[in-house]
């Protein structure tokens, strides 16, 4: 069984510009969240794919947005990168029928100078 | 108030010791009670959940359910300086989606 991967491992970006995050989900799950990890704190939701739809989103901006492909795998797109998006982007696999066991990735470290 | 309190601690243990960690929360909806470990620059790790009231043990780790008082404990017995990590408590709703809310997590140091 293949685990949650996410890339790339750490990335360095400017205030403005735009950044693309990628993750691949443990095999046989096909639902998809994406979390904000700032330091010392609990991830936060971003939002959540299901069947190559958004199904749940929470409080974070429309320039955070989103895709999950056929094979589940998913990016996270932050455009227009602030100061404050430095933190640990966690992406998370579950099945549909048991959504409240999230597998994680090891998650992308976002730096924004 | 946040929906989910979490002491971030740190949690200093010597080894073997049991240890306790809690969380609080509010929202009476949740059902599904989830506790994570991760390790310094990892992402978390879900070591067991429970749905509704109750305990559950797995090996070292018991988690404990009290909905009446709205409290979640994690205890893990013997504890070993490889357990040094972040523990986070998170929650959900059943039904929909099963978004967790995170607690910040506990930082928890088990010395030698």
């Known amino acids: 069984e293949t685990g949650v991967t996410q890339s790339p491992t750490h990335l360095i970006k400017t205030r403005g510009q735009q950044v693309t995050l990628r993750c691949s989900s443990q095999?046989?799950?096909?639902?998809v969240s994406w979390y904000q990890q700032a330091l010392g704190q609990g991830p936060q939701f971003i939002f959540q794919y299901y069947r190559e739809e958004e199904n749940g989103r929470g409080n974070f901006p429309p320039r955070f947005s989103g895709l999950q492909f056929p094979n589940y795998s998913s990016e996270l797109n932050v455009n227009a990168l602030e100061l404050d998006d430095s933190a640990l982007y966690l992406c998370?696999?579950?099945?549909?029928?048991?959504?409240?066991?999230?597998?994680f990735g090891p998650g992308t470290r976002l730096t924004v100078t | 108030q946040k929906e989910v309190e979490q002491d971030p601690g740190p949690l200093s243990v010597p080894e073997g010791a049991i240890v306790s960690l809690n969380c609080t929360y509010s929202n009476s909806a949740f059902q599904y009670f989830m506790w994570y470990r991760q390790y310094s620059r990892k992402g978390p790790e879900l070591l067991m959940y429970t749905y509704s009231s109750g305990n559950k043990e797995d090996g070292r780790f018991t988690a404990q359910v009290d909905k009446s008082s709205k409290y979640i404990s994690l205890f893990i017995r013997d504890s070993q300086p490889s357990d040094s990590a972040t523990y986070l408590c998170a929650m959900s709703a059943a039904g929909g989606s099963y978004i967790p809310t995170f607690g910040r997590g506990t930082s928890l140091i088990v010395h030698p």
């Open positions: 095999s046989g799950h096909n639902t």
């Open positions: 998370a696999s579950s099945s549909r029928s048991a959504s409240h066991e999230q597998y």
